[in-house]
Structure formats: structure tokens, C-alpha cells
């Protein structure tokens, strides 16, 4: 019986080899162009994809189409759905988070800000050392001092975004929109903010008190948004930076520090 099996094997083995008819081999096109439709439309199945294919020309069968979608991607990815919705509606989300920071006292300060996603402006910033749903609420009327442009909110499950905080931002017209559980990712833009002003400043600094935290947190919105350039604003600020000419042959460039010198601006100065 072993004997027979083996043979069996490669008797179809031999009956299938390249040339000798059967179903036609799967080019290396269409294996590129089914996960590439699987990911430009989420909601696409094998049908839909077969179709797209038999128009383009191409003589596959949807078993086919069904069995690379199986080994691609799982249907309903949420991340993916996540991410169209974050890429389809950057222009009127702002995003919320907290981050902490220790005093050179040891004491625990809470840094509060409000991201949008278009710009990547700063909207609103401040600190304080009792987080309360309640100061929460107030510094959302100083983010939202009346409707704007801006439909929905993005942010975490922290306690301090309670009931309160979320029936102030449906008030004021704007959709809360709450991340999944232990999925910083979702509000990646928040994220790295907080990851940019640590490496940028606050890994640099121990802030003595909340006055001066706040000040320092403050002057580095102002170079965040002024000076600093963004690779996903296309080398530009969020405040928007002209580009500087050589005013004339003589030039030269000269620097100008940021945030105690912890960072610079360059220009063109006119020689004297």
C-alpha cells in the first residue's frame, strides 16, 4: 500500500507537470494585482475582485481570487477600516491625551493638549498637578470656544474622560470618538507628539514646578509650530514657513537658538 501511494503521487506529479494541460499557472501580475485590490477597497470580496480582473483581461477563476485573499489579509481588518477613517477625515479631527511629567521634586505634573490631525496645530495645551474630569472640561471650553471645523475627537479610555467630558464634546457639536483598549496606536498623532516633545525638550530639562513647565511647554508649541519642520507636512511647519532666497552673493547664514539652545533656525543674513 505504501508502494501505491507513492506511485499514485508521482503519477499526478507527472500528470501535472508544466505543459501537460490542466488549469492555467497563476501569473506573477495577478498575484500582484489581488492583494493590491484587496488593499485599496476593504470591502472587496473574491467576486468583486474576480470581476475586476476578467475586465482587465486576465483568465482567472474566483476559486482563485478566494484562496491569495485567504492567505493576504483577514476580511474586516479593523485596523484598516481605522486608518481610511483617520486618512479620510484628518481635516476636522483634533485629537486629545495626556502625558506626565516629573518635577525635579518628584512631584507628578499632568500635561493636558488638543491635536488636530490636518496641521498637526496645537490647539490648546496646559499643566496641573489634579487632573480632574473637571478641569478637563474647562480647558475643552478654552479648545472649543465655539462650533468650528472640526467633527470628531479622538481619545483614550482614561478615567479623567469621564461622563462629563464626554457629554460637553457632544454639546459643542463634535462626534467623541473613543480608541480601542491598549491601542495607543489609534491615536497615533497624539502619540507622537508627546514622543517629539520628550526627545525635543522635556529629556533635556527638569521642570521645577507647574509655572515652570508650563512655560517651557509653551515656548516649545511656539518653535513646534513656527520652526520645526514636518516630514508629514512636506518639510513645512504647521504655521506654514517661507522659503528664503539668497538675498545676494555676499550672504551668509546665520543661526538663531530655540528653546535655550536646544534646537536652532537658520536664515539669510544680508552682509554689511
Known amino acids: 500500500m505504501r508502494w501505491h501511494r507513492i506511485g499514485f ?99 507628578l505634573l499632568y500635561c493636558f ?53 464626554i457629554t460637553f464634546l457632544k454639546a459643542t457639536g463634535v462626534k467623541p470618538t473613543r480608541t480601542s483598549i491598549r491601542s495607543p496606536w489609534q491615536n497615533g498623532t497624539a502619540e507622537r507628539w508627546v514622543g517629539s516633545c520628550r526627545r525635543e525638550l522635556l529629556d533635556h530639562v527638569i521642570p521645577l514646578k507647574e509655572e515652570h513647565l508650563r512655560r517651557l511647554i509653551r515656548e516649545y508649541v511656539r518653535y513646534y509650530h513656527e520652526d520645526r519642520i514636518h516630514d508629514s507636512l512636506g518639510k513645512d511647519t504647521p504655521y506654514g514657513r517661507a522659503v528664503e532666497t539668497k538675498p545676494s552673493p555676499q550672504a551668509t547664514v546665520i543661526s538663531t537658538a530655540r528653546l535655550g539652545g536646544l534646537h536652532h533656525r537658520y536664515h539669510w543674513h544680508e552682509a554689511a
Open 9 to 107: 503521487r508521482l503519477y499526478w506529479r507527472w500528470r501535472s507537470r508544466a505543459g501537460s494541460g490542466g488549469r492555467p499557472k497563476t501569473t506573477a501580475e495577478i498575484r500582484t494585482l489581488i492583494p493590491r485590490m484587496a488593499e485599496e477597497n476593504l470591502d472587496w470580496g473574491a467576486p468583486k475582485i474576480h470581476g475586476e480582473l476578467r475586465k482587465l483581461g486576465f483568465n482567472v477563476s474566483e476559486r482563485t481570487v478566494a484562496r491569495y485573499l485567504q492567505r493576504i489579509r483577514r476580511r474586516g481588518d479593523p485596523s484598516k477600516r481605522w486608518l481610511t477613517f483617520l486618512r479620510n477625515h484628518r481635516e476636522v479631527i483634533v485629537a486629545l491625551d495626556f502625558f506626565t511629567v516629573p518635577t525635579v521634586t518628584f512631584k
Open 113 to 165: 493638549f488638543a491635536i488636530e490631525h490636518g496641521r498637526r496645530k496645537i490647539l490648546h495645551i496646559n499643566t496641573t498637578c489634579h487632573a480632574t474630569a473637571e478641569w478637563v472640561v474647562q480647558q475643552l471650553r478654552e479648545t472649543f470656544p465655539e462650533t468650528g471645523q472640526y467633527r470628531y475627537v479622538i481619545l483614550d479610555r482614561d478615567s479623567k474622560f469621564d461622563a462629563d467630558v
